[in-house]
């Protein structure tokens, strides 16, 4: 199975800032790498899938990156509503797998 | 307006079955691979397993811990994706997701999430 690792597990950040997710996985997955969000106590949000491509509606704030092993959640400017935890997900092969998520907290 | 209505959670002893729903309107059904997924109490995401559509087979996998409990079905004239769970451990309490998977395998629409509870 791949296993996917995001860090940091958690973080403090203030409005305005800048924040990065790095996530990792045990073998090549290709650009197989999506984002999701989840506040507390709603259904998960698709923010960016195939590792780049932003999901309609989201904002351009939010950016991803990388392919192969390594990737990168970006929020260029933290808002009110970004306070929430962020996992990865590979679909490169089953069973498919979701990193264990980072909690984004306010500063 | 994509929508996905799960039903069917509940309270129910280690050891018993329970069978979830998952109503799907906004797209079309019949040509989507749909998926569910669980979060358990203070846990992250979990993928639980996925079938296919009746083009690609319509076959099914699912991750190791429920492999052999659980079976995910789909009903394409009902636009209805199902769980049937089985043999249900505590370790299973969790609010279950379906979603609808994308062109790029992505969870591109989700559920609003019903909880299963295991317990005695």
């Known amino acids: 199975d791949i296993q996917m690792t995001q860090s940091p597990s958690s973080l403090s950040a203030s409005v305005g800032d800048r924040v990065t997710i790095t996530c990792r996985a045990s073998?090549?997955?290709?650009?197989?790498l999506n984002w999701y969000q989840q506040r507390p106590g709603t259904a998960p949000k698709l923010l960016i899938y195939a590792a780049s491509s932003l999901q309609s509606g989201v904002p351009s704030t939010f950016s991803g990156s990388g392919s192969g092993t390594d990737f990168t959640l970006t929020i260029s400017s933290l808002q009110p509503e970004d306070f929430a935890t962020y996992y990865c997900q590979q679909s490169s092969s089953a069973p498919w797998t979701f990193g264990q998520g980072t909690k984004v907290e306010i500063k | 307006e994509v929508q996905l209505v799960e039903s069917g959670g509940g309270l129910v002893k280690p050891g018993g079955s329970l069978r979830l729903s998952c109503a799907a309107s906004?797209?079309?059904?019949?040509?989507?691979?749909m998926s569910w997924v669980r979060r358990a109490p203070g846990r992250g995401l979990e993928w639980v397993g996925r079938?296919?559509?009746?083009?690609?087979?319509?076959?099914?996998d699912y991750a190791a811990p429920v492999q052999g409990r659980f079976t995910i079905s789909r009903d394409d004239s009902k636009n209805t994706l199902y769980l049937q769970m089985n043999s249900l451990k505590t370790e299973d309490t969790a609010v279950y997701y379906c979603a609808a998977v994308g062109g790029s395998l992505q969870f591109a629409y989700w559920g609003q999430g019903t909880l299963v509870t295991v317990s005695s």
């Open positions: 079938i296919k559509t009746r083009t690609d087979g319509g076959t099914t």
């Open positions: 073998q090549s997955i290709s650009s197989y």
């Open positions: 906004g797209f079309t059904f019949r040509n989507a691979w």
